[in-house]
């Protein structure tokens, strides 16, 4: 093993505490700007992953994903949601049910959680299990964010977050599906998040609000 | 050779309708588009029955169990073309909500739920499944109204949310056939997982683990309770036709994802873990459903629960096996499909004449709408499951299926729930058809094209309860022997 193969190893190892912080952070947050940044900072750690563990692996597909993760995950949906919050001419607070300090003890909690909920795969899964709960941390948080956060926009961003938790899993325990997969799997977030982006503009021209939580004319 | 029509050819269509800006030269494409389809999809068939496994690349593939449900997927989206060319007539001019959306976005939906059948790799049978939801969201937004909008969200987010963790099943299903041997590069390829199934004990736990994920995420599209809570609104809100689509193509194109990875676990660990998930998912679909149609107001929303109900006694059929339990299943589903869209048709029709679907302000339809109140009779018999209509001989053969696997308590769960479901539908329906109204219909006649397409929904439901045609049993025979080889 080379000298940059080691390095690659180590960073990986660490690399879960990053995500971590960025989890806390983005529970932290009062803004949405400020959460859409931390998505970004998050899915360029991901991306280090990547080309770390395709650098291990001697694998070419492995860059390929890396820019395309890097292209999409990192740079366009972000732009795309920021563009959102300009044009929405709207409040951006992410005006939460919980308040930011609970938030943190809460996401504090959910990664606790999710150490002790992978132990019993780490076996079967293979990969470290530091990776594999930071993976089910944010599947967690951003089903928490989806759940306690009232605006429409900030469950997009829950739900980019649990993406890339369930893609943080399938890099840590496969190294990566075929490239046509994972070609089509992107594509598809980029395609769901503009969709998502065009009926957040839809339900405030309808509602004159973004407040997700005071949809409820459907029940029953 | 000949897959590539049926999956090209909306897409094409789609691209035709949207270059076109005349209303009138959209709905003749579109019809056109639509004739061909199903032509395309008849060959493709035929072929298949002919020559077995159809392969194109590496990535598509057809089975008997494709051609079975690409067969209902060909006559109920014809049917709907043609039903919709005389209910969109009105359509108010909006952003996204114009006849070239509509079908523009028909036509995508339609190719991507082709393309979920065709697929061959796992991988992208998910990665189409997730973009069915995309093509369809707009459509359940499509009046824009506050209804329509929330409907369509909520839709949009909660199967995102779904899919997505089929999608960390599909990657556990993946990890589970690399580790058992297979070729990181075929590890996803179905045909490939299926003859190498039985070298994947080992990955015991990890299969079991897959296909709870997968069972939650494609169950969220299939509507399974408690997953179920985009399915009444997006039904309910979204224009009839595309109801009768999300109801009788969509449900079942997720139920055919699930089929396929229940056949792989049950080839690789017994069938008990699968079946019996299967089981729970199936039975409480069909008691929560049952009742909650009861106290429905909205007669899609009414509608929209009884595709919950039904798409439980899928998952039951399934979940007993064996010849009869899946025989039961894949008859089931092609009934339930047309008997479905006779009634979403036939709400159409009624929000046409009176302008609402509160049932209790629909009076006297036997009287008034001598059609649709036929209409809706006939349809209300065959979905409750009533002789001579095909779900009749569908629902027996599930129930002989519990009851000689020895599941009573299931076969009582299903009949308590099919007589539930038979008082609920007689209940509402008799209170639309009796009485008198006082607002006059606007339009008593039926179109002559609705006329038809209703009439070929209603001839296909006789047809299937008193006699399963030889060409459409050897389809049958072909789907159950993809699946128990």
Same mark, same amino acid.
């Given at each position: 093993?080379?000298?940059?193969?080691?390095?690659?190893?180590?960073?990986?190892?660490?690399?879960?505490?990053?995500?971590?912080?960025?989890?806390?952070?983005?529970?932290?947050?009062?803004?949405?700007?400020?959460?859409?940044?931390?998505?970004?900072?998050?899915?360029?750690?991901?991306?280090?992953?990547?080309?770390?563990?395709?650098?291990?692996?001697?694998?070419?597909?492995?860059?390929?994903?890396?820019?395309?993760?890097?292209?999409?995950?990192?740079?366009?949906?972000?732009?795309?949601?920021?563009?959102?919050?300009?044009?929405?001419?709207?409040?951006?607070?992410?005006?939460?049910?919980?308040?930011?300090?609970?938030?943190?003890?809460?996401?504090?909690?959910?990664?606790?959680?999710?150490?002790?909920?992978?132990?019993?795969?780490?076996?079967? +899964?293979? #990969?470290?299990?530091? @990776?594999?709960?930071?993976?089910?941390?944010?599947?967690? !948080?951003?089903?928490? %964010?989806? &759940? *306690?956060?009232?605006?429409?926009?900030?469950?997009?961003?829950?739900?980019?977050?649990?993406?890339?938790?369930?893609?943080?899993?399938?890099?840590?325990?496969?190294?990566?599906?075929?490239?046509?997969?994972?070609?089509?799997?992107?594509?598809?977030? +980029?395609? #769901?998040?503009?969709? @998502?982006?065009?009926?957040?503009?839809?339900?405030?021209? !309808?509602?004159?609000? %973004?407040? &997700? *939580?005071?949809?409820?004319?459907?029940?029953? | 050779?000949?897959?590539?029509?049926?999956?090209?050819?909306?897409?094409?269509?789609?691209?035709?309708?949207?270059?076109?800006?005349?209303?009138?030269?959209?709905?003749?494409?579109?019809?056109?588009?639509?004739?061909?389809?199903?032509?395309?999809?008849?060959?493709?068939?035929?072929?298949?029955?002919?020559?077995?496994?159809?392969?194109?690349?590496?990535?598509?593939?057809?089975?008997?169990?494709?051609?079975?449900?690409?067969?209902?997927?060909?006559?109920?989206?014809?049917?709907?073309?043609?039903?919709?060319?005389?209910?969109?007539?009105?359509?108010?001019?909006?952003?996204?909500?114009?006849?070239?959306?509509?079908?523009?976005?028909?036509?995508?939906?339609?190719?991507?739920?082709?393309?979920?059948?065709?697929?061959?790799?796992?991988?992208?049978?998910?990665?189409?499944?997730?973009?069915?939801?995309?093509?369809?969201?707009?459509?359940?937004?499509?009046?824009?109204?506050?209804?329509?909008?929330?409907?369509?969200?909520?839709?949009?987010?909660?199967?995102?949310?779904?899919?997505?963790?089929?999608?960390?099943?599909?990657?556990?299903?993946?990890?589970?056939?690399?580790?058992?041997?297979?070729?990181?590069?075929?590890?996803?390829?179905?045909?490939?997982?299926?003859?190498?199934?039985?070298?994947?004990?080992?990955?015991?736990?990890?299969?079991?683990?897959?296909?709870?994920?997968?069972?939650?995420?494609?169950?969220?599209?299939?509507?399974?309770?408690?997953?179920?809570?985009?399915?009444?609104?997006?039904?309910?809100?979204?224009?009839?036709?595309?109801?009768?689509?999300?109801?009788?193509?969509?449900?079942?194109?997720?139920?055919?994802?699930?089929?396929?990875?229940?056949?792989?676990?049950?080839?690789?660990?017994?069938?008990?873990?699968?079946?019996?998930?299967?089981?729970?998912?199936?039975?409480?679909?069909?008691?929560?459903?049952?009742?909650?149609?009861?106290?429905?107001?909205?007669?899609?929303?009414?509608?929209?629960?009884?595709?919950?109900?039904?798409?439980?006694?899928?998952?039951?059929?399934?979940?007993?096996?064996?010849?009869?339990?899946?025989?039961?299943?894949?008859?089931?589903?092609?009934?339930?499909?047309?008997?479905?869209?006779?009634?979403?048709?036939?709400?159409?029709?009624?929000?046409?004449?009176?302008?609402?679907?509160?049932?209790?302000?629909?009076?006297?339809?036997?009287?008034?709408?001598?059609?649709?109140?036929?209409?809706?009779?006939?349809?209300?018999?065959?979905?409750?499951?009533?002789?001579?209509?095909?779900?009749?001989?569908?629902?027996?053969?599930?129930?002989?299926?519990?009851?000689?696997?020895?599941?009573?308590?299931?076969?009582?769960?299903?009949?308590?729930?099919?007589?539930?479901?038979?008082?609920?539908?007689?209940?509402?329906?008799?209170?639309?058809?009796?009485?008198?109204?006082?607002?006059?219909?606007?339009?008593?006649?039926?179109?002559?094209?609705?006329?038809?397409?209703?009439?070929?929904?209603?001839?296909?439901?006789?047809?299937?309860?008193?006699?399963?045609?030889?060409?459409?049993?050897?389809?049958?025979?072909?789907?159950?022997?993809?699946?128990?080889?």
């Amino acid at each position: 093993m080379g000298l940059f193969e080691t390095a690659a190893a180590k960073a990986l190892a660490s690399s879960g505490v990053f995500l971590f912080m960025t989890v806390l952070l983005i529970a932290a947050a009062k803004r949405i700007s400020t959460c859409i940044a931390l998505f970004s900072v998050q899915s360029l750690i991901i991306t280090a992953q990547i080309i770390a563990v395709s650098r291990m692996h001697h694998s070419t597909e492995g860059f390929v994903i890396a820019g395309l993760v890097l292209s999409v995950k990192v740079i366009a949906i972000p732009y795309v949601l920021y563009r959102i919050v300009e044009e929405l001419k709207a409040p951006r607070d992410v005006s939460s049910s919980t308040s930011s300090s609970q938030s943190v003890f809460i996401a504090a909690g959910l990664i606790l959680l999710s150490f002790f909920a992978v132990r019993p795969y780490v076996g079967v +899964l293979g #990969g470290d299990q530091a @990776m594999l709960a930071a993976a089910v941390a944010l599947v967690l !948080t951003g089903g928490f %964010l989806m &759940v *306690s956060r009232k605006k429409a926009l900030m469950q997009v961003v829950g739900l980019l977050v649990l993406d890339n938790g369930i893609f943080l899993a399938a890099l840590t325990t496969t190294f990566g599906m075929p490239l046509v997969i994972e070609i089509g799997i992107v594509f598809d977030l +980029l395609m #769901g998040v503009f969709l @998502m982006g065009l009926f957040v503009f839809r339900i405030r021209d !309808t509602f004159d609000h %973004l407040d &997700v *939580s005071k949809l409820r004319r459907l029940r029953g | 050779m000949v897959l590539l029509f049926p999956l090209f050819l909306p897409l094409a269509g789609a691209l035709l309708v949207f270059l076109c800006r005349n209303p009138r030269v959209v709905v003749r494409v579109a019809l056109t588009a639509g004739t061909l389809e199903l032509a395309a999809i008849g060959i493709a068939v035929y072929s298949i029955h002919s020559w077995g496994v159809l392969q194109v690349g590496r990535y598509l593939c057809a089975d008997g169990l494709t051609s079975f449900f690409l067969i209902s997927l060909g006559l109920i989206s014809a049917l709907v073309l043609v039903y919709s060319s005389g209910y969109l007539r009105h359509v108010p001019e909006g952003r996204f909500s114009s006849l070239r959306w509509f079908y523009g976005l028909v036509f995508l939906f339609l190719f991507t739920m082709v393309a979920v059948y065709l697929s061959a790799n796992l991988g992208m049978m998910w990665i189409f499944v997730e973009a069915t939801t995309l093509a369809s969201a707009l459509l359940v937004g499509f009046y824009n109204t506050e209804g329509a909008v929330e409907a369509g969200w909520k839709y949009l987010i909660v199967c995102t949310v779904g899919i997505a963790f089929a999608l960390f099943g599909t990657i556990a299903f993946y990890l589970a056939a690399v580790k058992g041997g297979v070729s990181p590069q075929s590890a996803l390829d179905w045909g490939t997982l299926m003859a190498a199934a039985p070298g994947l004990v080992g990955g015991r736990e990890l299969l079991k683990l897959a296909f709870v994920f997968v069972a939650v995420g494609y169950g969220t599209k299939v509507g399974f309770v408690p997953m179920h809570s985009w399915l009444p609104d997006a039904h309910a809100e979204a224009p009839s036709p595309i109801s009768a689509l999300l109801s009788a193509v969509l449900l079942n194109c997720a139920m055919y994802a699930l089929l396929r990875f229940d056949a792989i676990t049950s080839r690789a660990i017994g069938s008990g873990f699968s079946h019996t998930l299967l089981l729970i998912f199936g039975g409480v679909s069909l008691a929560v459903a049952s009742l909650l149609m009861i106290v429905q107001r909205d007669l899609k929303r009414l509608l929209a629960y009884s595709s919950i109900e039904h798409m439980g006694i899928v998952a039951i059929g399934i979940g007993l096996g064996g010849t009869l339990g899946l025989l039961g299943a894949l008859l089931h589903t092609f009934n339930h499909s047309i008997a479905k869209t006779l009634l979403f048709f036939t709400a159409g029709n009624v929000r046409e004449n009176f302008g609402t679907l509160r049932m209790e302000r629909i009076r006297g339809m036997a009287l008034s709408l001598p059609w649709a109140g036929g209409a809706l009779i006939v349809g209300g018999l065959a979905i409750t499951g009533m002789p001579p209509f095909g779900l009749f001989v569908s629902e027996l053969v599930i129930l002989t299926a519990a009851f000689s696997t020895a599941h009573y308590f299931i076969a009582v769960l299903m009949l308590a729930a099919i007589s539930v479901v038979f008082g609920a539908l007689l209940h509402h329906f008799q209170h639309m058809l009796m009485g008198k109204s006082d607002d006059v219909p606007a339009q008593p006649a039926l179109q002559a094209s609705w006329l038809v397409v209703m009439g070929v929904c209603a001839l296909c439901l006789v047809v299937l309860g008193v006699h399963i045609p030889a060409a459409f049993k050897a389809v049958l025979r072909g789907a159950m022997a993809v699946l128990q080889p």
